[in-house]
C-alpha cells in the first residue's frame, strides 16, 4: 500500500504487468447470494470471464472505500455501505496479451435493490450461493476470473 509512482491502466498491465492497487467488490443480498458479473467482451484481459461483483482501481489520490463505490455505483448502479475486509496480492498472465499483478483489497457490501448495468462494462449478471459459486470454480475453473478464484476463498 506504499505508493511509489504512477502508470496508466494499459500499461501497467502490459507483459508481466506492474504491481499495483486494485479492489474486488463482493456484494451479498438478504438471501445470501453473492452477485457476480461477466465481464464486457471489450475488455483486454479476461474477456466474457466471470468475476466478483465489480472490480477497479483506485485513480491517484483517491482512497480505496471511496474509489470502490464510485466503481460499484458506474458499472452496476448499485449504492451500499462497504467494508474491506482482507488483502491479497496476485498475478495472473492472459493469454499472450497482459497480466494483473495486484495488490487487491476485498470489500464487501448488502444490496437488494435494482441492478442498472454498464453495458460498456458488463455484459451479465447473476445472484449466487456461495457453495454453488465455489462448486461451480471447481468444476469450470476456465469461466471464472483468476481474482474471484483467490478472493471466493479469503471470504
Not at 438478504?30 to 458479473?37: G, H, R, S
Not at 496476485?90 to 442498472?116: P, R, T
Amino acid at each position: 500500500d506504499k505508493i511509489i509512482g504512477c502508470e496508466n491502466k494499459i500499461k501497467a498491465h502490459q507483459g508481466k504487468g506492474l504491481l499495483h492497487q486494485a479492489f474486488t467488490i463482493f456484494i451479498f443480498n438478504k438471501k445470501k447470494q453473492v452477485l457476480i458479473q461477466k465481464r464486457n467482451k471489450r475488455k483486454m484481459l479476461w474477456p466474457l470471464i466471470w468475476e466478483t461483483s465489480c472490480s477497479g482501481h483506485p485513480k491517484i489520490g483517491e482512497s480505496l472505500l471511496p474509489a470502490a463505490r464510485k466503481r460499484l455505483k458506474q458499472e452496476l448502479g448499485i449504492n451500499c455501505r462497504l467494508k474491506s475486509v482482507a488483502k491479497f496480492q496476485y498475478q495472473a498472465a492472459y493469454k499472450n496479451i497482459g497480466s494483473e499483478n495486484e495488490g487487491c483489497a476485498i470489500i464487501v457490501g448488502k444490496y437488494n435493490g435494482k441492478i442498472k448495468t454498464n453495458p460498456k462494462e458488463v455484459a451479465d449478471w447473476k445472484w449466487m450461493g456461495l457453495k454453488e459459486l465455489k462448486q461451480d470454480i471447481a468444476k469450470n475453473p476456465q469461466k471464472y476470473a483468476p481474482w474471484l478464484k483467490i478472493a471466493i476463498i479469503k471470504i
